[in-house]
């Protein structure tokens, strides 16, 4: 038992002890990782004025929002008939794209569009984020989603029209669900970066696609330094936590209201 609790430290220490000391040195004096000058906040004003970092954040958010909201309202109705015989074969046609690599699928994608002339940008970046998500807001839905339809069927049998039954019965049950595949695809996509560089166009950057294209050309402006470079890495750290723990928080929320229920 030993054995195995040193191995879970050693492991949790693989993957924090990078990020921690990637965020010390982001409030560092120096302009190099290693050379500790004093503490400061000068890479944190300085993302506040970095209008390209600004723009990169609002592209993120954008496609992020729009993918999450695209892909969730696709994935209630498939959720929704992901029940008996028609399980099987809904299942069939989701999960092939959690499965396959996403470098094939974005390569495949970037082809598809050059193929068909369609031009790369907001829209295209917007499509391969919401194709690679629906699986994703599947797989969060379809628990609840086929105990929303049988109570539906219920609703119905009961003397309430298709649209009540919907509305009233099959979306709050399958409210839980919806919330977990809102939140989820909108991380995917707000951190995607595979998907958004093969199919990005000319001057449409996102925060993971700036972050790696300032980190292969360190040093070369204030805003390419190691420590900037670092508060910008960290700053998109930062909005990803504040989301989950607001989504932890909801869930944690509403576990308690229905204990006291």
């Known amino acids: 038992m030993k054995l195995l609790r040193y191995y879970t430290y050693a492991l949790i220490a693989m993957l924090y002890i990078p990020i921690i000391v990637m965020i ?76 396959i690599p996403e470098i094939t699928e974005a390569v495949a994608l970037m082809l598809l569009l050059i193929y068909l002339g369609f031009p790369l940008g907001l829209v295209s970046v917007l499509i391969g984020h919401t194709a690679f998500n629906i699986a994703y807001a599947y797989i969060a839905l379809s628990p609840v989603g086929g105990a929303g339809a049988r109570l539906a069927v219920a609703a119905r049998t009961l003397g309430a029209d298709r649209f ?36 990005k166009g ?25 420590p900037a470079i670092a508060a910008l890495a960290t700053t998109l750290i930062l909005i990803s936590i504040t989301i989950a723990l607001a989504y932890t928080l909801y869930e944690v929320r509403r576990s308690e209201k229905q204990g006291e229920l």
């Open 202 to 226: 000319p001057g449409f950057d996102t925060l993971p696609i700036l972050v790696w294209n300032r980190a292969r050309r360190p040093g070369l402006t204030p805003y390419t330094s190691q």
């Open 24 to 99: 010390l040195y982001s409030f560092d004096n120096s302009k190099y990782f290693g050379e500790w000058n004093g503490f400061t906040l000068r890479w944190y004003e300085q993302l506040l004025h970095d209008t390209q970092a600004w723009s990169a954040l609002k592209n993120s958010m954008v496609v992020a929002v729009l993918s999450a909201v695209i892909s969730t309202a696709i994935a209630i109705p498939a959720a929704l008939m992901a029940r008996d015989r028609e399980k099987d074969i809904v299942s069939l046609m989701i999960y092939p794209p959690v499965i």
């Open 164 to 199: 009540t039954a919907f509305l009233k019965v099959t979306i709050p049950v399958s409210m839980p669900g919806i919330i977990a595949a809102l939140g989820l695809t909108f991380m995917m996509s707000f951190t995607d970066f595979i998907k958004t560089l093969f199919t």
